[in-house]
């Protein structure tokens, strides 16, 4: 049986406390089971993670049905598996058989409240979706929490960056360990600094825009097009322009274009949603 505080055995004579009782102070959801039966233990895995995703918004109690058959009896249990809901003494729902785990997230959610999610999670959610100024503020009472922690300095420093507050987030960067200083998001924000340098000479973006509508296959016009973009935090437009001049003038400048998008990778580091997409695409026109 899982160690989770969170999960339970019932037995006939402890059904009433574990289970009954217990349902007045949470939501509780009994997994009638037994050894020989295979759908219930494909099923257990599901209920134990769910247990722990909620953490304790319900109580999870197990019931061996071959050492408790009277019990198992007393209940009406027919089929195995059989989850029953308890809540506030009274059978609330029940499900028999083998559910995906979406399904038995959905059944727990009309009688359970969903946990919120901690700091941690929401400041993940946040760098997967790029969202670096709503992850902010998380990351600043984060560092406060934990300075020791590197990746949360690398994540604020990032975040620092991405929000126009270069110096604060070079002022973080200094306080890292030398070990830290490899990680791939510093490797990026080195490359950001690097674009911000490159563009300062360039012609801007209204002379750029002009030149290609005037000549579509002015690769150096699109090219420093693109440069300004990453600058800008348009990375999307950016790496479409770069992979245009893969894909039409791979061999213009030795290449460039292709070795950019690689930077821009290590810019926006493996969790951005456009990471992912634009690798594939790169992929897909090299080989």
Same mark, same amino acid.
């Given at each position: 049986?899982?160690?989770?505080?969170?999960?339970?055995?019932?037995?006939?004579?402890?059904?009433?406390?574990?289970?009954?009782?217990?349902?007045? #102070? !949470?939501?509780?959801?009994?997994?009638?089971? =037994?050894?020989?039966?295979? *759908?219930?233990? $494909?099923?257990?895995?599901? /209920? @134990?993670?769910?247990?722990?995703?909620?953490?304790?918004?319900?109580?999870?109690?197990?019931?061996?049905?071959?050492?408790?058959?009277?019990?198992?009896?007393?209940?009406?249990?027919?089929?195995?598996?059989?989850?029953?809901?308890?809540?506030?003494?009274?059978?609330?729902?029940?499900?028999?058989?083998?559910?995906?785990?979406?399904?038995? #997230? !959905?059944?727990?959610?009309?009688?359970?409240? =969903?946990?919120?999610?901690? *700091?941690?999670? $929401?400041?993940?959610?946040? /760098? @997967?979706?790029?969202?670096?100024?709503?992850?902010?503020?998380?990351?600043?009472?984060?560092?406060?929490?934990?300075?020791?922690?590197?990746?949360?300095?690398?994540?604020?420093?990032?975040?620092?960056?991405?929000?126009?507050?270069?110096?604060?987030?070079?002022?973080?960067?200094?306080?890292?360990?030398?070990?830290?200083?490899?990680?791939? #998001?510093?490797?990026?924000?080195?490359?950001?600094? =690097?674009?911000?340098?490159?563009?300062?000479?360039?012609?801007?973006?209204?002379?750029?825009?002009?030149?290609?509508?005037?000549?579509?296959?002015?690769?150096?016009?699109?090219?420093?097009?693109?440069?300004?973009?990453?600058?800008?935090?348009?990375?999307?437009?950016?790496?479409?322009?770069?992979?245009?001049?893969?894909?039409?003038?791979?061999?213009?400048?030795?290449?460039?274009?292709?070795?950019?998008?690689?930077?821009?990778?290590?810019?926006?580091?493996?969790?951005?949603?456009?990471?992912?997409?634009?690798?594939?695409?790169?992929?897909?026109?090299?080989?």
């Amino acid at each position: 049986m899982s160690q989770s505080a969170y999960v339970s055995e019932a037995t006939l004579e402890t059904f009433g406390e574990v289970v009954m009782e217990a349902s007045f #102070r !949470q939501p509780v959801l009994v997994d009638f089971w =037994a050894d020989w039966c295979e *759908p219930c233990k $494909q099923l257990t895995p599901v /209920l @134990e993670k769910l247990t722990e995703e909620f953490r304790g918004g319900f109580q999870l109690v197990k019931v061996n049905c071959e050492e408790q058959q009277e019990l198992a009896a007393q209940i009406g249990v027919r089929s195995l598996p059989t989850v029953l809901l308890v809540k506030d003494g009274q059978p609330a729902d029940q499900f028999q058989g083998v559910l995906p785990e979406s399904q038995v #997230r !959905q059944f727990l959610e009309q009688h359970v409240k =969903a946990p919120e999610a901690s *700091p941690q999670e $929401q400041i993940q959610a946040f /760098l @997967e979706q790029g969202d670096f100024g709503a992850a902010l503020p998380l990351l600043v009472d984060e560092h406060r929490a934990k300075p020791d922690d590197s990746d949360i300095a690398i994540d604020l420093a990032r975040a620092l960056f991405h929000s126009g507050d270069v110096e604060q987030a070079e002022s973080v960067l200094e306080r890292l360990p030398d070990a830290a200083r490899h990680d791939d #998001r510093v490797k990026g924000m080195q490359a950001q600094r =690097a674009f911000a340098e490159r563009v300062q000479a360039l012609p801007d973006v209204a002379e750029l825009q002009a030149r290609l509508q005037r000549d579509a296959g002015d690769a150096e016009a699109r090219y420093q097009l693109a440069l300004h973009l990453v600058v800008q935090g348009a990375y999307q437009e950016a790496m479409d322009h770069l992979l245009q001049l893969v894909r039409t003038a791979s061999d213009w400048n030795d290449g460039q274009a292709r070795q950019t998008l690689l930077e821009v990778f290590n810019l926006l580091g493996p969790e951005h949603p456009l990471a992912r997409p634009y690798r594939q695409k790169l992929f897909q026109l090299m080989y």
